[in-house]
């Protein structure tokens, strides 16, 4: 939990030579691997569906943030710039190997703090943050209800929390373009169960309510926001939802699959092809709460 040294918060990019040699790979090596190679263009995806609940957050400088699930640390330095010049920002992410590249990017930004962690039970000190942020970082618990528990533990009285999540897979076209093209490739797949830990678990917006309520938070707003994002052009947008997204599971699975399926990925994007690039509708919830005040 040592602090960076250094003047600025600044945001840089590493190259796959400098994560661990990939030998005897684990499942999450292979999960890292591949969103390690399209990192830079998946974040012009992902950006400007964070801002949306940055923007509901209105932070102000001097303040003490959360970052949950903070990935390679974009948010973390988002973060850091709006509570500039004395907030601080403790950022937390289950991947050691993920966090090695937040670190290097905040690398001379003395206000931001990485620590290996599960949100959901990682001691936090009681009332020592005045908001918790998370852009597509708490769908995963194992607990939901007690993660945020221990989330609302760590906000001080009348604490802010907002969050960005995903709506329900057949409402982003971001993954159900690429996987309608490739399903005649793919094999079948297992019955979902729509309230496990994974990237569509708070698609309900019930259920997400009641998650919080159940956690004690207050004033909970969810709000649907629809936006076309992209990574680039046809051949950097294919390289993407191939690695990451729903069909990137399936592929890192099934590796002997891609050769046969990317032709007619490439064709179904190729038609949402225009000047800036392949653009996709990402729907999701950006979801704002309060921690209770005292009685």
């Not at 009332?127 to 939901?144: I, K, L, N, W």
């Not at 649907?224 to 947008?237: F, H, I, Q, W, Y």
């Amino acid at each position: 939990m040592a602090k960076r040294g250094g003047r600025a918060c600044s945001g840089s990019h590493l190259s796959m030579s400098q994560i661990s040699p990939l030998t005897m790979l684990t499942q999450d090596d292979v999960r890292v691997a591949a969103w390690a190679e399209v990192r830079k263009p998946l974040e012009l995806q992902l950006a400007p569906l964070g801002r949306r609940a940055l923007a509901a957050l209105a932070l102000h400088p001097g303040e003490r943030v959360l970052d949950i699930g903070c990935g390679g640390g974009e948010t973390t330095l988002d973060l850091a710039r709006l509570v500039a010049p004395n907030g601080t920002v403790v950022a937390v992410d289950v991947s050691a190997a993920v966090l090695a590249f937040a670190q290097r990017a905040a690398k001379g930004c003395a206000r931001v703090q990485f620590v290996q962690a599960d949100a959901q039970v990682f001691p936090f000190e009681p009332a020592s943050f005045d908001v918790a942020f998370s852009r597509f970082g708490v769908m995963f618990f194992a607990d939901p209800t007690a993660a945020f528990i221990n989330i609302r533990h760590s906000l001080r009285p009348n604490g802010r929390l907002a969050f960005v999540c995903w709506r329900a897979l057949e409402e982003n076209s971001l993954d159900t373009v690429p996987l309608r093209a490739a399903s005649a490739h793919l094999p079948p797949q297992p019955a979902h169960d729509p309230d496990a830990p994974g990237p569509f678990a708070f698609a309900n917006p019930d259920r997400v309510r009641g998650i919080l309520e159940g956690a004690g938070f207050r004033e909970i707003e969810i709000t649907a926001r629809d936006e076309k994002v992209g990574s680039g052009d046809l051949d950097t947008m294919l390289a993407v939802c191939s690695r990451v997204g729903a069909l990137g599971k399936i592929l890192r699975e099934n590796p002997e699959l891609r050769a046969a399926t990317l032709p007619a990925v490439r064709s179904a994007l190729a038609a949402h092809d225009g000047p800036d690039g392949v653009r996709l509708n990402a729907a999701t919830w950006v979801v704002t709460a309060r921690a209770p005040t005292p009685p």
